[in-house]
């Protein structure tokens, strides 16, 4: 998917939020196996995700793998030997490139809130953004209710692990969160374009 793609609002991506530590023991796998049918064996055959069980190692696994599939070469080992922040950046990363929702919701929801100096992130706009994308993406509205409030609360934690969202009241506080020169390097040469999901403004993002 590139940043202006259709993409997917793959509901599936509540089997785990951003986990960048678990993200980060695929990756090293993969780059010391150079191929990810060796590395999801490896993964589940000594239960590296620490899963309560096989089906729980099974879900996560396939969930992580297919998100940090989409980084490049440099983004993954930055994923596998990096910093703490550097390492929920790429797991960022690989979660927007992987699913249109989260991509969606930070550039057009999040960004917005920052330009109208509105930082405070509430119900209302997590629901209006719902509402508003339900028509273009059925799954939304045709989910059951115990699946909506799943997206919601594993949405919201993956923007707190990513530094998008900080404490505050009602869902917190929206921040652009720092990025190392390393990541935006990656990024960039990359595609500039995903630097939105960063909450980078328009006017700051390069032209390819």
């Known amino acids: 998917m590139s940043p202006g793609s259709p993409g997917s609002y793959n509901l599936s991506f509540t089997a785990a939020s951003l986990r960048p530590e678990l993200a980060r023991i695929i990756?090293?796998?993969?780059?010391?196996?150079?191929?990810?049918?060796?590395?999801?064996?490896?993964?589940?055959?000594?239960?590296?995700?620490?899963?309560?069980?096989?089906?729980?190692?099974?879900?996560?696994?396939?969930?992580?793998?297919?998100?940090?599939?989409?980084?490049?070469?440099?983004?993954?080992?930055?994923?596998?030997?990096?910093?703490?922040?550097?390492?929920?950046?790429?797991?960022?990363?690989a979660m927007i490139k992987y699913n249109r929702l989260p991509l969606d919701f930070a550039t057009e929801t999040l960004r917005k809130k920052l330009a109208e100096h509105d930082p405070v992130l509430r119900p209302s706009d997590y629901e209006a953004f719902v509402e508003a994308k339900a028509s273009?993406?059925?799954?939304?509205?045709?989910?059951?209710?115990?699946?909506?409030?799943?997206?919601q609360r594993v949405l919201l934690r993956m923007l707190t692990e990513a530094g998008l969202l900080g404490e505050g009241p009602a869902f917190g506080s929206v921040q652009r969160p720092v990025l190392s020169p390393a990541v935006t390097a990656a990024i960039q040469t990359d595609d500039p374009r995903w630097l939105a999901g960063f909450l980078v403004p328009e006017a700051e993002i390069p032209a390819r």
């Open 136 to 151: 273009v993406y059925p799954e939304l509205s045709s989910a059951a209710n115990s699946t909506k409030v799943k997206v």
């Open 27 to 93: 990756a090293e796998r993969f780059l010391e196996l150079g191929d990810w049918v060796g590395t999801q064996e490896r993964i589940l055959t000594s239960n590296a995700l620490q899963a309560r069980s096989r089906a729980s190692a099974i879900r996560m696994e396939r969930e992580l793998r297919k998100r940090i599939q989409t980084l490049t070469r440099e983004q993954l080992e930055l994923l596998a030997d990096s910093t703490i922040e550097d390492r929920a950046a790429m797991s960022w990363l």
